[in-house]
């Protein structure tokens, strides 16, 4: 555990960086620094590497003050991500991921090998290996720094802003493979970010900070979307908190109907079968079960279903694994009111409408509940 | 036209080809002060100029220096040198060394100090040592630069080696200064052939060594 | 002999003043000269990309020919004259002039570029409004290598029949044994050089007041700099 003691940075000038921080990074987990400009988020993390020496407190590792030790010694035992990789444009991919490795004492073989593997954890094509930085896309440049930083292991990682520079399609896929490789490895990650919605995303816990080096907050982003602790969290949250919120719901709790659903080749008789006053309308699939679309029971006719006359089903969610705010999306999203559920074959598992959803929704918060953070 | 008259002369004298004032003895005299020169030179510039460039301290003293270097007539110190020590090889050896010291300084300084910030201190975030950042990721690519700037420097000390024949040095400068005083243009314009080719051989061999030292992946797009 | 410091050997025919004035005349006529030809050359070499390398090319190999060399084979041409001496410095100054005028001129901002086309700017004041000033720093440079490199460089002219102004003195300095001529000759062109480089640094001040001063742009490496930057310290 990383134990921040009271740490002050003030510079000569008088700014203060960071101001009387104190706070416990828990392990094995990713904790995110949030917050505007200014508010010493990357100076806490600098600190944590002695890349910046705090001008009061203590940072300690595991009960060890990280003041007594060599400062390399340190920084060799922890993982080191950039804005911009900062990758070393003379050398080849393989040969950057190798380097703390080589600094380390690794024979060169031995580093290279760990580079491959490390590599393709981090989802870059082998063939890669010998290109220099100037020939890879942003995107790759930062999982190259992503694998260099973890080529020696090390249980600690520090990132600062790491995927602030590529753009939102790339950035999504970044931050997907961090949980991914965190899924892993399972290390300790001090991550830094201005983006509240990526800390949310990401985070375990989320550290809110002010501008002048205050720490507005400290907790689980459900939480954090809960219970913002003052004016300044709220507002840095944005809108649609609560909306936000149900992403932390998990949507196995909802009850699906099975009823109102039939194949697209259904009998008369089966259609009249599946009908039910509670609902009113249908929902037609393929004949393997994937959805096509909604209907009026009277608007069917046996033997002769035209999908492109069908309502739109909006967004399926995957039942069990998506959150509530998933399951409430799609409802949202089709012109009935009514959400589609589906397995992870894509085959329709049930129906649901808004207002199961909306019930849903206030018994989470009757019962307190704050699941594990849930995908959508 | 003369001029090519008098160059194809030069060098069908076979007579040109032999002794002390002969072609390979001069060019060989030539070479050799200029190399230790250039060794010299760049043994006070290149720590100079990595050391500040890395520590970006002392800026202002390199920029006063690089002023200074230009402001300095080459020729003038040349002779003062040769009024104030006499003859021999470290009159000319200082002013040859004291006019090459600031094009490497000054190049390598700004060589080091334009390096992207960023590897800089993920290398210094990974736990490299200083000497270790500045030689394994500062110089690396700061080398095209500072490969320019010793290419410049060793120009220069042809060049000047070449005048420096006025004050008795030997070398391909001979050949202009006696051809002058003698009037004997066939030898002034072969001997400025010659220099000017050895110009160009060592524009050439920076280029040489530029494209066996600077890795592929700083190469890119430079010239 | 007699009298002050500034006396002059008669058999150079003229006064220490005269001298300075040679010297100066020598040194900056080429400058200019170089300056002008320069600019346009500098302008092609901007709108045609694929001329600059070629012209770079041509440029560093003739930076590369010593300075008493290129004197020496024009004597055949026009003879031991003072414009033996401006031409060759002409052609060095050009030679600093075209990476330094095509550096300025390219490092004015698409954005600014496009701005001032959209405000209906045409190409020629678009050129004379916005990316010369913008070059002008870059210029101004250039001027100052080109200048003080030119007055270094005149002293060489002595040996092409005493046409190299303060130069002059440095033979018979040699000849009559006398040191102060070769102290008045080196601390001369030294002051020259130095005056010079003032003048231009304050010429650049007044000339783009909205420069921030002392400002480090940290210069990525694959620009092309290193011409320019190699090109700034040699002195021949």
Not at chain 1, 84 to 91: D, E, I, S, V, W
Not at chain 1, 240 to 267: E, K, Q
Request: aromatic share 6%; glycine share 10%; with cysteine.
């Amino acid at each position: 555990m990383i134990r921040i003691d009271s740490v002050t940075k003030r510079y000569p000038d008088g700014t203060v960086a960071v101001d009387n921080l104190s706070l416990e990074i828990p392990d094995r987990a990713i904790t995110v620094f949030v917050g505007p400009s200014g508010c010493g988020k990357t100076t806490t993390l600098r600190m944590i590497n002695r890349m910046i020496e705090p001008s009061e407190g203590t940072i300690t590792i595991d009960g060890k003050d990280i003041t007594q030790q060599p400062v390399n010694t340190l920084r060799r035992s922890m993982g080191y991500v950039i804005q911009n990789a900062g990758l070393f444009q003379h050398r080849t991919i393989i040969d950057n991921i190798a380097t703390v490795p080589r600094l380390l004492g690794w024979d060169k073989a031995k580093a290279r090998a760990r580079a491959r593997e490390l590599m393709e954890r981090v989802g870059l094509d082998g063939t890669l290996a010998k290109r220099y930085p100037y020939q890879l896309s942003g995107g790759q440049q930062q999982r190259v720094g992503v694998a260099r930083a973890l080529a020696a292991d090390p249980p600690v990682l520090l990132m600062d802003e790491p995927f602030s520079a590529v753009d939102p399609v790339v950035r999504k896929g970044l931050q997907d493979e961090l949980l991914r490789i965190q899924d892993e490895l399972g290390k300790t990650i001090v991550f830094v970010t201005h983006d509240i919605d990526e800390a949310v995303k990401i985070g375990t816990m989320v550290a809110v900070m002010r501008t002048g080096g205050h720490l507005a907050q400290f907790a689980p982003p459900a939480e954090l979307l809960s219970n913002p602790s003052d004016a300044f969290v709220e507002d840095f949250l944005g809108a649609d908190r609560g909306i936000r919120r149900l992403s932390f719901f998990s949507s196995a709790g909802l009850d699906l109907l099975t009823t109102p659903i039939v194949a697209v080749d259904a009998t008369a008789a089966q259609i009249a079968e599946r009908s039910t006053k509670d609902v009113p309308y249908l929902l037609v699939t393929d004949v393997d079960g994937r959805p096509l679309g909604w209907s009026e029971p009277g608007a069917l006719t046996a033997g002769a279903v035209d999908p492109a006359r069908l309502l739109p089903y909006g967004r399926p969610f995957e039942h069990g694994k998506e959150s509530l705010r998933a399951a409430l999306d799609g409802a949202v999203l089709s012109p009935t009111g009514w959400a589609v559920a589906v397995g992870a074959d894509g085959r329709v598992t049930g129906v649901v409408s808004q207002q199961t959803i909306g019930e849903a929704i206030r018994s989470a918060h009757a019962e307190g509940r704050s699941d594990e953070k849930v995908a959508g | 036209m003369n001029v090519l008259h008098f160059i194809n002369s030069f060098f069908s004298d076979s007579s040109h080809w032999h002794g002390y004032d002969g072609i390979p003895t001069r060019l060989r005299e030539h070479v050799q002060y200029s190399l230790i020169a250039l060794a010299i030179a760049a043994a006070i510039g290149l720590p100079v100029g990595l050391l500040t460039g890395h520590t970006g301290r002392g800026g202002n003293t390199v920029a006063f220096i690089a002023t200074a270097g230009r402001a300095l007539p080459s020729f003038g110190l040349l002779v003062l040198m040769f009024v104030l020590l006499g003859l021999g090889l470290t009159p000319v050896m200082i002013p040859l060394v004291v006019l090459a010291v600031p094009p490497i300084l000054v190049t390598t300084y700004e060589a080091v100090r334009s390096v992207d910030p960023s590897p800089v201190d993920a290398a210094r975030g990974m736990g490299m040592a200083e000497s270790r950042v500045l030689f394994q990721v500062e110089l690396p690519v700061a080398l095209p630069l500072i490969l320019s700037g010793l290419r410049s420097a060793a120009i220069q000390i042809v060049s000047t080696a070449t005048i420096a024949a006025y004050v008795s040095l030997g070398g391909l400068g001979r050949y202009i200064v006696d051809g002058l005083y003698q009037r004997n243009y066939e030898k002034v314009v072969g001997g400025a052939t010659l220099v000017a080719v050895l110009a160009l051989v060592t524009l050439g061999f920076f280029g040489l060594v530029a494209r066996f030292t600077v890795s592929p992946g700083v190469r890119r797009s430079a010239p | 002999m007699s009298g002050g410091l500034f006396d002059i050997p008669s058999d150079l025919q003229n006064t220490y003043w005269g001298l300075v004035g040679q010297h100066l005349r020598e040194a900056l006529i080429p400058v200019v000269a170089g300056l002008v030809v320069a600019l346009p050359i500098a302008q092609l070499c901007v709108r045609l990309r694929w001329l600059y390398p070629p012209v770079l090319w041509v440029t560093t190999i003739l930076y590369a020919i010593p300075s008493l060399a290129f004197f020496v084979v024009l004597i055949d041409y026009t003879g031991q004259t003072e414009t033996t001496v401006m031409i060759p410095l002409g052609v060095y100054s050009l030679v600093v002039f075209v990476p330094a005028i095509v550096d300025g001129v390219r490092s004015v901002p698409q954005e600014t570029l496009d701005a001032a086309t959209a405000m209906g700017l045409g190409p020629v004041r678009r050129y004379f409004q916005v990316q010369l000033p913008i070059a002008a720093p870059a210029i101004i440079a250039g001027l100052r290598v080109a200048t003080v490199s030119s007055i270094s460089l005149v002293s060489v002219g002595m040996l092409i029949g005493n046409q190299g102004g303060l130069g002059n003195l440095l033979n018979d300095g040699m000849i009559y044994h006398q040191n102060r001529l070769v102290w008045l000759s080196v601390i001369g062109t030294a002051v020259l050089a130095i005056l010079a480089d003032a003048l231009l640094v304050v010429v650049r001040l007044l000339v783009t007041p909205w420069m921030p001063r002392g400002t480090r742009k940290p210069r990525p490496v694959d620009e092309p700099e290193p011409v320019t930057a190699a090109l700034e310290d040699a002195v021949r």
